[in-house]
């Protein structure tokens, strides 16, 4: 009745049974480690249950769950700064991206057919070259003693050394280098797709060109806007390269202080914790890209 | 000619036809795309399924390939039931709408493909891939990808695929719809020929009227997931059984009016056209006293000179226009019942005016009498 | 008018972007070339840092292991992800699908910080010791997801009748798929075991958790560097690194135009 299927249902296995080793599990280690006692051993934490199947040892288990984690998280109010701080530099980031990025993706989908794939090579190369180098090349235009002070000083510009390294501006620059690409190349996909009669009836209508561009093209490429945002905002507020090598102390994002907490201060319940909330935070986002991504294919069809 | 008939199965020979199917349904949630079929082919015929699109034709192909299963009925083939077999174990090959041809391999890998299949060993299969693209002459071009070949090429590659297997039954969808028209008639006398000379069952779908009527040894017409009539091309031509078939196959022009059987000789049909009924030949179809519809093709209706003598089922029209056509002259006729008439005058008739009255008349036996 | 051609906004505009875009790598690779030690001050062409560079063992080290992480990482990613969007593309409505999709996109969207941690939690639970494999694993892990999507966009335009004609000339579903699915959507999964690549070669967050002694990896040696100050040899291998992928894009892209 229903078409055949093809392939059977040993295909779905293998990744099923890994991503369920490999994400799943590590997941609910989070959640069980953020519900312990932190110590001063190796693993730095006191386990409050093992995993059991006997049922009095659950009841036992849950009058012992330690909050005490959670607790600190809202005790200190560094971490919710952190998770604000990771949010709002992540928005600053994403508006500066979409401004900067459009102008680029229309003249990359409006370059000559023949040297658009070279064009849009340019933009992916330095995608593919190692971030951390990226942004250690900013470090020497931004530092003190750096280029852009240099050439600064040397114009007469400025009369003494811009303190840009180590500041949020810093960070910005590098969120908006590194993440250029996952902006542009989505906005390219539908501005590439335009279709010319359609900007021709819209100025056959009366549209000047830039009304035409208000009121065919920027409707039309508000998807690909959309997915570009998603794709930089998610990543970039968990961003830990980026802020701690171009930020100063006072950019605490979130993806540092799991890192400080885990690596400094070996406080493996509220590294734990903390993670758990900001992936919570960024549920909103996510579920959004997958209806975003679950949209796509059916356009299609 | 690097194909022999299969020979006969000593025993038992199966009588009755190639392919049966018996009562078959297949719905898609509510809808019936398939509404009980119940269709024979027989063994080496050229059957064609036609009908507009979404009528099942597809579907019912797709059945017989084993893509889809039915909800209800069953599918026979050589005497075995069919249910449960998947296609890679059915003994028939279908050429695709698409050509479906694989991209990655050339001509030559591609007609080899279900070869290697089978696991016959390889010089046979260079043999026999080498005959196959000689058939299809391609064996200038089996090294090719098929993105380097020209249309025509891509469908004598996916044809000599399907063939390469000596399937019991060829299944071909829509064969000639990717082509442009110029090769469509070359290639449907090609495919013609070479059903001729295989002798394969060939059973394909279109919904291109001319086109089963040229290659078909038998057409069935389908409408709405129901097979409505089944015959020759000549006879679903002359004797259409609904007005959907008639319509369906060329242009028609009808009447409504009432059946008047008369045992022996000529029936009748009173209608709007004139006072007098017009006679017409028996129906196989409406009772009689019963209301029905007279359907006449525009190319019997014969024009009569403004001064001949008075003719059987004469009727009189006025000449709403003419068309030069080349091999006729198309005239558009208001009759007496309000409707316009088409009727086609062979060029080398006597000239009609283009406009005025005209004098018309209609064989009884031109005449096809269905239900309303 | 405008199908096509380099008018003055979008040449600004093109012209701006690519110079951002550039100018760091160009000056990594300048500076590569720098006699001086300081950003700031030229001391004319050298190769001085390249042979700094050779001699550096721990940074020569750390490039091998992060090839062979890399290249046991991208192979895992690639047949897991492939099998996937198989999965995703093939079985239609399966229970669980939704499920499984989700489970599936959690490491792309996770921050790299969780992933690595829940990781390095995981393997601590299980006893098993931090080294090679586990940098393998996690990221494996992390590139399932893009080989996935890479694939699965491949075989959603795939010509589902392709596997119907594999199946009609006598192909069983997995012969079909290996026969022709599989070499049809190659292309596709050669870039995603290129982008599985990278993202291994790339990672620093997830290494640095998974990672253990005798285990580290070429980023990792690199951030430490970085963080100790200036180290003009890490330039070096950074106009390395940049050479080899302008190499791998631009002759991916001349075989794509020769196509």
Sequence with gaps: MRPRRGGGGAVILAPLVWLVAFVLAPVAIVAKISLSESALAQPPYRPVFAWTTDLDAWRAVLGGLRL???????????????????????????????????????????????????????????????????????????????????????????????????????VLIGLVYAYLPFMVLPLYAVLVDRDDDLLDAARDLGASPLGAFWTVTAPLSLPGLAAGALLCFIPITGEFVIPDLLGGAGTPMLGRVVWSEFFANRDWPVAAALSLVATLVLIGPILLVRAVADRRPGRVA | MPFRRRPAPVTAPEPGPLIRFEDVSLRYGPVAAVDRVSLAVGDGEFFCLLGPSGCGKTSLLRMLAGFEEPDGGRVVLDGRDLRGVPPHRRPLNMMFQSYALFPHLSVAENVAYGLRRLGLPRAERVERVAAMLRLVRLDQHGTRRPDALSGG???????????????????????????????????????????????????????????????????????????????????????????????????????????????????????????????????????????????????????????????????????????????????????????????????????????GPVRLAVPPEAIAVLPP | MRRGRFTGFNGVAL?????????????????????????????????????????????????????????????????????????????????????????????????????????????????????????????????????????????????????????????????????????????????????????????????????????????????????LGVAPDVNAAATLMITVVILGVGGSLLLARRR
């Design chain 1, 68 to 170: 005490d984690a959670f607790a600190t998280l809202l005790g200190d109010p560094l971490y919710l700064r952190a998770g604000l701080a990771s949010l709002a530099m992540a928005a600053v980031a994403t508006g500066l991206l979409a401004l900067l990025g459009y102008p680029l993706a229309l003249a990359l989908a409006r370059a000559p057919r023949r040297s658009r794939p070279i064009l849009v090579a340019l933009v992916l190369v330095p995608f593919w070259t190692s971030l951390l180098i990226r942004t250690y090349a900013w470090i020497a235009i931004l530092k003190p003693d750096g280029l852009l002070n240099a050439a600064l000083l040397h114009l007469g510009l400025v009369a003494r050394p811009l303190a840009i390294l180590d500041t949020d501006a810093a």
């Design chain 3, 15 to 227: 012209g701006l972007g690519l110079l951002f875009l550039w100018a760091p790598l160009a000056l990594v690779v300048l500076y590569s070339f720098n006699e001086s030690r300081l950003v700031t001050l030229w001391g004319g062409w050298s190769l001085r840092w390249y042979g700094a560079l050779a001699g550096n063992a721990a940074l020569l080290d750390a490039a091998f292991v992060s090839l062979k992480v890399a290249l046991g990482a991208a192979t895992l990613a690639t047949i897991l992800g492939t099998l996937a969007a198989l999965a995703l593309a093939r079985r239609g409505r399966f229970a669980g699908r939704t499920a499984f999709s989700a489970l599936l996109l959690a490491p792309m969207v996770m921050p790299e910080v969780v992933l690595g941690l829940s990781l390095l939690l995981l393997f601590v639970a299980l006893g098993l010791d931090r080294g090679l494999l586990t940098v393998i694993l996690a990221h494996a892990t992390v590139a399932i997801p893009f080989v996935a999507a890479i694939v699965g966009a491949r075989l959603a335009r795939f010509d589902r009748d392709l596997e119907r004609a594999a199946a009609d000339l006598g192909a069983s579903p997995a012969v079909a798929i290996g026969t022709v699915t599989l070499p049809v959507a190659a292309p596709a999964i050669a870039a995603a075991f290129l982008l599985a690549f990278t993202l291994s070669f790339d990672d620093l967050v997830i290494a640095s958790f998974a990672s253990g002694p005798g285990a580290t990896t070429l980023p990792m040696r690199i951030y430490s560097s970085v963080r």
């Design chain 2, 153 to 355: 090429q891509r469908q004598r590659a996916a044809l000599a695929r399907a063939l390469a297997r000596a399937p019991r039954v060829l299944l071909l969808d829509e064969p000639l719809a990717a082509l442009d028209r110029r090769l469509r008639s070359e290639t449907g006398r090609e495919l013609k020929a070479l059903q001729e000379a295989v002798g394969t069952t060939f059973v394909m779908v279109t919904h291109d009227q001319e086109e089963a009527m040229a290659l078909a040894d038998r057409v069935g017409i389908m409408e709405a997931g129901r097979l409505v009539q089944v015959g020759t091309p000549r006879v679903l031509y002359e004797r259409p059984a609904s007005r959907f078939v008639a319509g369906f196959l060329g242009d028609v022009n009808l009447a409504e009016g009432r059946y008047a059987a008369s045992p022996g000789g000529w029936s009748a049909m009173a209608t709007r056209l004139r006072t007098a009924p017009l006679s017409c030949p028996p129906s196989e179809s409406v009772p009689a006293g019963a209301a029905a519809c007279l359907a006449v093709r525009p190319e019997r209706v014969r024009v009569l000179a403004p001064d001949a003598p008075r003719t059987e089922n004469e009727l009189a029209g006025i000449v709403a226009a003419a068309t030069f056509l080349g091999a006729a002259t198309r005239l558009v006729v208001r009759m007496a019942d309000g409707r316009d008439w088409s009727v086609l005058v062979p060029a080398g008739a006597q000239p009609v005016a283009a406009s």
